[in-house]
C-alpha cells in the first residue's frame, strides 16, 4: 500500500517486546524485498536484527539509524560497510538531543569521519538534524534549520528530517 500511495522507501522496523527480532527482521525483509521495487530502510536498534535485515535484502538498503555515541559508531558502521548500505544518521550522541546547531554539527562531523575512516562513501550517508514538537520547543526550530543549512553546505551532504514531529 506504501509503494502505491508513492512510498520511495520502505522503512522496516519490527521490534517489539518479547520477539525474536532477529528472525522476524530475516522473514520480513525477505517477504517485503521480493514483492516491492523500492530500497529498504532497515530500522533496529539491534544490530543483529539490522545484520539479518541486510542479509536478507535484495539490494542495497539504507540503516535508519546510527549516531554519533562510540557503541552506534562501532557497531553499525562496520555493518554498513560491510553490505554496501547507506546510513541515515542522527546528529546527536551519548547525551542525549543537542539544543544547538553547534552541537549537531559536532555530532555530524563526527558521524562523517567516522564513516569514511569505514571506507563508506559521503554520498551514502546522510543526516537526520533532529526536530522536537515546535508548539513545545519554538527555540529549537531555528537551529534545526541552521543545522540542516550546514550540513548541506558545509559538509555537502543529504539531509532528511522526521517531520511528524512538527506541529
Do not use: H, W
Given at each position: ?39 529498504l530502510q532497515i530500522d533496529s536498534s539491534n544490530p543483529a536484527a539490522i ?20 557503541s552506534s559508531l562501532q557497531t553499525v558502521l562496520p555493518l554498513a560497510k ?41 554520498e551514502d550517508i546522510a543526516i537526520d538534524c533532529l526536530t522536537l514538537t ?34
Amino acid at each position: 500500500e506504501q509503494a502505491d500511495a508513492g512510498a520511495q522507501i520502505l522503512d522496516i522496523n519490527v521490534g517489539l517486546p518479547g520477539i525474536d527480532e532477529v528472525d522476524l527482521m530475516r522473514r520480513v525483509v525477505t517477504a517485503i524485498g521480493g514483492a516491492v521495487g523500492l530500497p529498504l530502510q532497515i530500522d533496529s536498534s539491534n544490530p543483529a536484527a539490522i545484520e539479518a535485515g541486510l542479509r536478507a535484502a535484495p539490494g542495497k538498503c539504507l540503516i535508519n539509524s546510527v549516531n554519533a555515541s562510540e557503541s552506534s559508531l562501532q557497531t553499525v558502521l562496520p555493518l554498513a560497510k560491510k553490505y554496501g548500505a547507506a546510513v541515515v544518521s542522527l546528529a546527536l550522541g551519548e547525551s542525549g538531543l543537542p539544543s544547538s546547531s553547534d552541537e549537531r554539527m559536532a555530532f555530524a562531523q563526527k558521524i562523517v569521519d567516522a564513516a569514511v575512516k569505514q571506507g563508506i562513501p559521503r554520498e551514502d550517508i546522510a543526516i537526520d538534524c533532529l526536530t522536537l514538537t515546535v508548539s513545545a520547543q519554538q527555540g529549537q526550530v531555528g537551529q534545526t534549520l541552521e543545522a540542516v543549512r550546514r550540513v548541506r553546505t558545509e559538509l555537502g551532504l543529504e539531509t532528511v528530517l522526521g517531520v511528524s514531529n512538527i506541529s
